[in-house]
């Protein structure tokens, strides 16, 4: 069974640009997760989409937004980059509902200038 | 606010030791509880999970740990490690009523002398 898939394994930009990271789910898996690992903070929650609609958000500015396709798979927008956006972002799938462990993928190491 | 404790952030055992792996968290109600791992190079790997019932759980590896509500902890434990259980260990928290979001705590990187 295919895990979690993300890209790019590595992205580099500078400030002010606009970065796009995507991942793929588990096969059946139709909630997606998105999780940053900045330098010092830990893992922070910063988005959860199931069936397409955003059901929760952490707290993060409005310049990270994504979305969910079709398919489960999604994408994650960081706008207008900052420094301090630099870090690893994750993104985890479960199955729907409640009581689902999520599984991680490897992860967009992002990088900005 | 919610938060997740791991007490320490560094531990450094011998082969065949006992493991013991401390994680706290702030009350919130309703709870499920999950031990992460991830090995060097390699992505993050559920351990183990809890949502109800005995609070002693068995995961992968040999690993076990037991939740006590009464102190908001979750402990990891192993009998006797091995050389292969090098790793971070995160303690991740899913607090039911603020939406399939984990709360994970601070890591911590476990290293194992052959």
């Known amino acids: 069974e295919a895990g979690v898939t993300q890209s790019p394994t590595h992205l580099i930009k500078t400030r002010g640009q606009q970065a796009t990271l995507r991942c793929s789910p588990i096969s059946g898996h139709t909630s997606v997760y998105w999780y940053q690992q900045a330098l010092g903070l830990g893992l922070q929650f910063l988005l959860w989409y199931d069936e397409g609609e955003e059901r929760n958000r952490g707290n993060f500015p409005p310049r990270f937004s994504g979305r969910q396709f079709p398919n489960y798979s999604s994408e994650l927008n960081v706008n207008a980059l900052e420094l301090e956006d630099s870090a690893l972002y994750l993104c985890?799938?479960?199955?729907?509902?409640?009581?689902?462990?999520?599984?991680f993928g490897d992860g967009t190491r992002l990088s900005i200038l | 606010a919610q938060s997740v404790s791991q007490h320490n952030h560094h531990v450094i055992l011998s082969e065949a030791a006992s493991l013991e792996l401390g994680c706290n968290y702030s009350?919130?109600?309703?709870?499920?509880l999950f031990w992460y791992v991830q090995y060097p190079g390699q992505h993050l790997q559920l351990l183990l999970k809890?949502?109800?019932?005995?609070?002693l759980v068995k995961g992968i590896k040999g690993f076990e740990a037991e939740f006590i509500k009464s102190k908001f902890s979750f402990n990891l434990r192993k009998p006797s490690v091995q050389w292969s259980d090098t790793a971070e260990y995160f303690c991740a928290v899913d607090y039911k009523a603020a939406g399939n979001k984990l709360t994970f705590g601070g890591g911590t990187r476990v290293l194992v002398k052959p």
């Open positions: 009350y919130g109600g309703t709870v499920n």
């Open positions: 809890y949502f109800s019932g005995d609070p």
């Open positions: 985890a799938s479960s199955f729907g509902g409640e009581n689902q462990p999520q599984h």
